[in-house]
C-alpha cells in the first residue's frame, strides 16, 4: 500500500513530529480532510464500498495547519502528582496511631518506594531505566471490548512486529527506527461500536527519548504507521482511501497512530471530531495507561 500520513507528538500534539508537551493544533487529514485539533476532544464512518479497498491511500499535508502544538506534559504531572500522595499516604499512616500503638507493634519493615530518575517521564525516559521489553498484552490490555467515557471500542486485531520496519511506511520513518535502536513495534487496530471509525495504534520501543524525538520529527506525508488490516468485515478496509496520521512520544517510546473514516472518504468537521475522539479514548484507556505506569515504576503494568 502506498500513501502518506502525518507525524506529530504528545496527545494534544501538533501536525508532523515534535516532542511530547503542550497544547495545540492535532491530527492532519489525509487527502483534503478537515484538520483535527488539540482543542477537540486526548493520553473523536458509512458502510465501505468493497471497491473502496483497492484505493490508494492518500495524504493532507499537516504543515498547513497553523502553529505547532507540543505533546503532553500531564504524564509527569500526573507522576508527580501520584507520588506525592504516596507520600502523603505514608505521613498519615506513620503519625495516626500515637506512640504507646507503635511501640505495641512489633517492627515491621517494608521496602522503600523507588526513586523515580529526574525527567519528564520518569524510569520510562530511556531504556536503561525502564529495560523490560513492552508485549501486546501490557500495552492494549486482553479485552477485545473497550468503554471509555461511556464510548464503545472493539480492538479487532493485534501484530508483534520481527522487525520494526515491517510496522512502518516510508524510508525516512524507517531508517529514524534504526537509528534509534528499535527492538519493537507492536500494533492494534480498532473499530467504534457502529463501524465508522476505524484505526492502528502502534507503539515502538526505542532507546531513549532523544532518539524518540527524532523519530516524531521524521513522520511526514510519506512517512507513518503500516495500518493494520484486520480480517472482519469493518477493519478490513483499514489503510484504503484517505487517513490521518500521526506521532506522539512518550520517554523512549514513539506512539504511532493512523485513522480514517471505514469507508476511506474524505472526513469532513463532523468525522474529524470522530476521529480525534476515539484516538484519545483509546490511546488513554490502553497505551498511556501501561507507559504511565513504567513512568512511576520502571516496571511493566
Not at 465501505?48 to 503532553?72: L, V
Not at 468503554?147 to 522487525?163: F, L, Q, V
Not at 531508517?175 to 461500536?193: I, M, P, Y
Request: proline share 5%; glycine share 16%.
Amino acid at each position: 500500500m502506498s500513501g502518506s500520513g502525518m507525524g506529530g507528538s504528545g496527545m494534544g500534539g501538533s501536525g508532523m513530529g515534535g516532542t511530547g508537551d503542550g497544547d495545540g493544533d492535532g491530527l492532519g487529514f489525509l487527502d483534503g480532510g478537515e484538520p483535527l485539533t488539540g482543542d477537540e476532544p486526548r493520553r473523536s464512518r458509512k458502510d465501505a464500498d468493497p471497491a473502496d479497498a483497492t484505493r490508494q491511500s492518500r495524504t493532507w499535508s499537516p504543515y498547513d495547519e497553523g502553529s505547532r502544538s507540543r505533546g503532553p506534559i500531564w504524564f509527569a504531572i500526573g507522576g508527580v502528582l501520584v507520588l506525592g500522595l504516596l507520600g502523603g499516604g505514608l505521613a498519615v499512616m506513620w503519625n495516626a496511631g500515637g506512640s504507646e500503638t507503635v511501640a505495641s507493634r512489633p517492627t515491621r519493615t517494608s521496602a522503600p518506594l523507588p526513586t523515580v530518575p529526574r525527567g519528564e517521564f520518569g524510569f520510562a525516559e530511556a531504556r536503561t531505566t525502564d529495560p523490560d521489553p513492552i508485549t501486546v498484552k501490557e500495552i492494549f490490555g486482553s479485552k477485545k471490548k473497550i468503554t471509555y467515557d461511556g464510548r464503545s471500542y472493539e480492538m479487532t486485531i493485534t501484530s508483534k512486529d520481527k522487525k520494526c520496519t515491517d510496522g512502518a511506511l516510508g524510508d525516512k520513518l524507517q531508517k529514524a527506527l534504526k537509528s534509534a535502536k528499535c527492538t519493537q513495534l507492536v500494533r492494534a487496530s480498532f473499530r467504534d461500536k457502529p463501524g465508522k471509525v476505524i484505526g492502528t495504534i502502534g507503539v515502538a520501543n526505542l532507546k531513549s527519548s532523544a532518539t524518540a524525538r527524532k523519530v516524531a520529527k521524521s513522520g511526514d506525508t510519506k512517512n507513518y504507521v503500516k495500518p493494520l488490516a484486520g480480517k472482519d468485515t469493518v477493519t478490513k478496509y483499514l489503510g484504503s482511501g484517505s487517513g490521518g496520521a500521526k506521532i506522539w512520544t512518550h520517554g523512549h517510546y514513539a506512539i504511532m497512530v493512523w485513522f480514517q473514516n471505514k469507508d476511506g472518504s474524505k472526513p469532513d468537521s463532523k468525522a474529524s471530531k470522530l476521529l480525534t475522539q476515539a484516538i484519545k479514548d483509546l490511546t488513554k484507556a490502553t497505551v498511556f495507561k501501561a507507559l504511565d505506569h513504567r513512568s512511576l515504576t520502571g516496571n511493566p503494568a
